[in-house]
């Protein structure tokens, strides 16, 4: 356990063909490999959502803290690859992670002290971080775009700017009808007619089209509280495109197209300068390859592209500084009233469920721990005592499984200690039942 917590300096008294910790911690250091435990624990376990991720090998901090779960450990030399992606070091699967809290609550239980008792108010709130680097964070945390993009110039200076970007929300249940917005100059020209949007990929049709998925370009449109500014629309309809993880690619932009000079008669390029473009002034570019990277995912949130849920502005700043508007919240203040010797203040009204007493069984015992009435008294009667202690409407007990279950310290009701007794009578700690719990 020691090891587990992170000790660098334990040593090992077995003999030496048995010692499979000779004394450090690990080639990677000092580390703890219960998540959370203290500020040099596992940090990147393997796991979808705690993650926040869209795939395992984006390398960036996670969204969540997995509190207490037990990473699958050092490697035969005794290091240790702290990473998402890393599926046999920093897994954190159902079979040694059952077998932890177990042990703990055992040992708790048997050896506790009352300077072991739980942490108050533990785990703390999640801090819900919202990940992704580059221009980002002031356009809200509930929708968001990250976005790579690269130029495709030709010699007569015309061109476009090709973009692929995914949809990412903080949303528990994001919208299923999201629209992005790229707003775009065409003072440079002063004619909007020529620019044209294509989209170059949908993945979201490509993989999931079955169900409907498909991201719909149009424009450009007119953006109508700014002169010369339009945009290129592409939305979604009943398809959850946010944290999807599906990239969408388009272009913006015009080729070969211009204009009879009436003077020298000669023909004139219209000329792409994506510069002055709202969505394009601190965009991360890139190249063409970066658009299917996988691994180390290139993309980085960028506010300058806006989201809309229904049509209204939920995510990014569009080019008037417009932002979505902040969720209302309803918080009653607490009233202070003043006397001439003392003030007081009251405390804030919330719901209460206060228990009704210990749950004493009525009915007949049969056999004690038999909670389950199948004729044996296993783990699976403390399973069922403890189901039923969680939620009684969910988990019922027939009246003489309640008396049967009321096996340690028989008369105080229903308890966690008459699972535990049922455990120890299975471990053959103790010899039969009922049993006490001092």
Known sequence: ?????????????????????????????KRAFIVGYNDYAVKNPHHRAASGLLMAEDPREQRHILWGALAGGPDGSDGHNDATNDWVENEVTIDYNACLPAAAAGMYA?????????????????????????????????????????????????GATNVSFKVLS???????????????????????????????????????????????????????????????EISWEDYVIANAGKKYQFSVGFYGKGYTDST????????????????????????????????????????????????????????????????????????????KNTTTTAKLTTSTTTAAGPDVPSSKVTRYGDANLDDNVTVADAVAILQYIGNKDKYKLEATGKANADCCDVGDGITGNDALAIQKLDAKVIKSLPAKSK
């Open 170 to 232: 903080g949303e528990s249940s994001p919208s299923k009808n999201i629209s992005v917005r790229y707003f775009f100059n065409v003072s440079e020209n002063n004619k909007p007619d020529i620019y044209e949007v294509k989209e170059l990929y949908d993945q979201s049709s490509t993989e999931d089209g079955e169900v409907g998925a498909d991201g719909v370009i149009s424009g450009p449109h007119k953006y109508d509280k700014l002169p010369d500014t339009y945009y290129a």
């Open 1 to 29: 356990m020691d090891y587990v917590l992170g000790d660098n300096d334990i040593k090992y008294k077995e003999e030496a063909e048995f010692s499979v910790l000779a004394g450090k911690n690990g080639t990677h250091g």
């Open 110 to 158: 048997l050896y506790g002290t009352k300077d072991m008792a739980v942490t108050p108010n533990f785990p703390p709130d999640d801090e819900k971080r919202v990940y992704g680097g580059g221009n980002g964070s002031d356009g809200g945390s509930g929708y968001w775009v990250e976005a790579i993009a690269y130029d495709v110039l030709n010699n007569d200076g015309s």
């Open 264 to 339: 020298t008669n000669q023909y004139v390029f219209y000329q792409f300068d994506p510069k002055n473009d709202w969505s394009y002034d601190g965009l991360k570019m890139g190249k063409n390859t970066d658009f299917f990277a996988v691994d180390d995912p290139p993309e980085e949130r960028y506010d300058h592209i806006c989201v809309y849920a229904d049509g209204v502005l939920v995510g990014g700043i569009e080019p008037d500084g417009s932002k979505p508007e902040p969720k209302e919240t309803t918080t009653t203040a607490p009233k202070t009233t003043t006397t």
